[in-house]
């Protein structure tokens, strides 16, 4: 149903100042009529006459209540909406009031099924968002304004951690798995890595759950020529970063580099950039990784066998799981860089999810040498600064980036 555009402002305007608060109105809402007017687009004095028309008929009716100048009452200088008239126009608009919504988004809060996999966090984050939202406030990304958002939101987080994904499962795959087009998890990234944060209860994302964003592109410093086999080469050895393709990684017939090290890096944000900044000597190749990609495998592959591996990672469960996953795929031995407990503050505590990963690792033979460090988080049950980042950036321009003050872990 078409509304005329006047009073299609003036119910966004109104809608929009009622949402503010879940409070009930006690004051009628109202705004100067030529301000409607210019909001509105109407200009033309027969548009504005056609207006005024509209206007008062919805004042016979009861609708709208007209404020007219005190000895020029031709001219209307405010439009009112009566209290009792505020749910007509939210039926005329198909609108809810604010009350109404926050009611709506904490019956889909109630709602939630409890979680098989990790009941305490789902149901701390489920309380965490009741509580305030009935004080009618939002956290991002989780809104009560948009119920169906709420809904949709919290559908996937659950679907998303209620089961084990294969480490290494590409982002589009896992889309496909859970009923959606293949580009939907990579288009809600930054939505679903703040409510995973949220549901752990520290900075968390799509990768720490083992997902792979993309197999395609790999990203690396330091001296590297790739030999094909038509005799061309292709020499990434300058200075900046650069992004090698899957496919000329596979085409490739061999990798050849005088660095004396490959140093993979879990952090390509920040961590990855401040070692390339730092990479003086270039006596070391660094590599960006999470978990292993087709990308790093093929890589790793075709690197010279006797290259000494090291790897830089977030201290954490999801970090060591890394760590187990590049040993897995490596050819030779991969040395924990700085992968050490860092604790005991901050106190942050281990998730139950976290634990599981701790325990699970124990009992593998390639993670013997982490042991102490798993130990550690197990028996503290704290994180303590397991980021990359805390160590700050390198200190040293060229290996070993830091001075013996920080022993190699």
């Known amino acids: 149903m078409n509304h005329p555009v006047w009073l299609t402002e003036f119910h966004r305007r109104w809608h929009a100042a009622r949402s503010r608060t879940t409070r009930a109105s006690t004051r009628a809402y109202g705004m100067r009529w030529p301000e409607l007017l210019d909001a509105a687009g109407i200009t033309r004095a027969e548009d504005i006459r056609t207006a005024t028309r509209e206007a ?4 016979r009716e009861g609708k709208l209540s ?5 000895y020029r009452t031709e001219i209307i200088e405010r439009l009112i909406l009566p209290l009792e008239a505020e749910n007509w126009l939210h039926e005329l608009f198909e609108t809810e009031d604010s009350a109404a919504i926050l009611s709506r988004s904490l019956q889909i809060i109630d709602w939630q099924p409890e979680h098989p996999l990790l009941p305490d966090e789902w149901s701390t984050l489920l309380a965490k968002l009741h509580g305030l939202f009935r004080e009618g406030t939002s956290l991002r990304p989780f809104s009560w304004r948009q119920p169906d958002n709420l809904a949709s939101l919290l559908k996937l987080l659950f679907n998303l ?3 084990e994904w294969k480490d290494g499962t590409l982002i589009r795959s896992a889309s496909v798995d859970l009923g959606y087009d293949s580009k939907f998890l990579e288009r809600r990234q930054h939505s679903i890595n703040a409510g ?3 549901m752990f209860a520290r900075s968390s994302s799509l990768a720490e759950l083992g997902f792979v964003m993309s197999e395609a592109m790999l990203l690396t410093q330091g001296p590297l020529i790739l030999h094909f086999p038509d005799g061309k080469s292709i020499d990434y050895s300058h200075r900046a970063p650069h992004k090698i393709s899957l496919a000329d990684l596979e085409l490739a017939t061999r990798i050849e580099t005088p660095a004396k090290r490959l140093l993979t890096i879990e952090n390509s944000k920040t961590t990855f950039r401040q070692f390339a900044a730092a990479n003086e000597d270039a006596t070391t190749l660094l590599v ?13 592959r075709k690197l010279p066998a006797h290259l000494e591996h090291h ?3 977030d201290s954490d469960a999801t970090g060591f799981l890394i760590l187990l996953k590049i040993r897995e795929v490596a050819s030779g031995p991969v040395h924990a860089f700085h992968m050490k407990w ?4 901050p106190d942050v505590p281990i998730s139950d999810r976290d634990l599981a990963i701790f325990r699970n690792l124990s009992g593998d033979p390639l993670m013997a040498d982490c042991q102490p460090a798993i130990n550690a988080f197990t028996f503290t049950q704290c994180m303590g600064n397991f980021e990359q980042e ?3 950036p390198p200190t040293i321009q060229g290996w070993p980036f830091f001075p013996p003050a920080h022993p190699i872990g």
């Open 66 to 70: 007209l404020k007219r100048h005190k």
């Open 196 to 198: 995973l944060s949220l």
């Open 342 to 345: 860092r604790g005991p503050d």
């Open 56 to 59: 008062e008929a919805l004042e």
């Open 161 to 163: 951690t209620s089961r």
């Open 311 to 313: 790897h830089f990672g």
């Open 390 to 392: 805390s160590l700050g």
């Open 288 to 300: 960006a990784s999470s978990f292993p990609t087709a990308a790093l495998v093929t890589f790793l």
